[in-house]
């Protein structure tokens, strides 16, 4: 996974002619919830390394600052900056699903991730 891929991705997108309160009804659906809760409780924090926590920081707030301007500010900052950290931590602890993949491979292709993967 390439991070930096991924949020140069994010940047490309066009707010503009997306409808932010149904995507993040979409996101709330109880399949899409459920999977990335699964994968964030898979979590352990206490096995990444200060460093690795530092860097998924940067970009959480590279993210966050670049959707909160082209979006004029809204919650999809949070959600997508909250998904910046999911990938990082997931991908430096080796969690995998098929859903991550797919979760990841809709970033890598330029979409937000929401509803049925």
Same mark, same amino acid.
């Given at each position: 996974?390439?991070? #930096?891929?991924?949020?140069?991705?994010?940047?490309?997108?066009?707010?503009?002619?997306?409808?932010?309160?149904?995507?993040?009804?979409?996101?709330?659906? #109880?399949?899409?919830?459920?999977? +990335?809760?699964?994968?964030?409780?898979?979590?352990?924090?206490?096995?990444?390394? #200060?460093?690795?926590?530092?860097?998924?920081?940067?970009?959480? #707030?590279?993210?966050?600052?670049?959707?909160?301007?082209?979006?004029?500010?809204?919650?999809?900052?949070?959600?997508?900056?909250?998904?910046?950290?999911?990938?990082?931590?997931?991908?430096?602890?080796?969690?995998?699903?098929? +859903?991550?993949?797919?979760?990841?491979?809709?970033?890598?292709?330029?979409?937000?991730?929401?509803?049925?993967?």
């Amino acid at each position: 996974m390439n991070i #930096e891929k991924i949020i140069a991705q994010i940047a490309k997108i066009d707010y503009s002619v997306m409808d932010i309160d149904e995507y993040l009804e979409n996101r709330d659906l #109880e399949e899409f919830d459920n999977e +990335w809760t699964n994968i964030y409780e898979q979590i352990d924090k206490t096995k990444i390394p #200060e460093e690795i926590v530092k860097q998924s920081d940067q970009y959480r #707030e590279q993210v966050f600052m670049i959707i909160d301007e082209m979006t004029g500010g809204s919650e999809l900052s949070e959600y997508i900056s909250d998904d910046m950290e999911l990938l990082v931590f997931a991908d430096y602890l080796n969690i995998s699903s098929d +859903w991550l993949k797919k979760f990841t491979q809709k970033y890598e292709n330029g979409e937000l991730p929401a509803g049925i993967l």
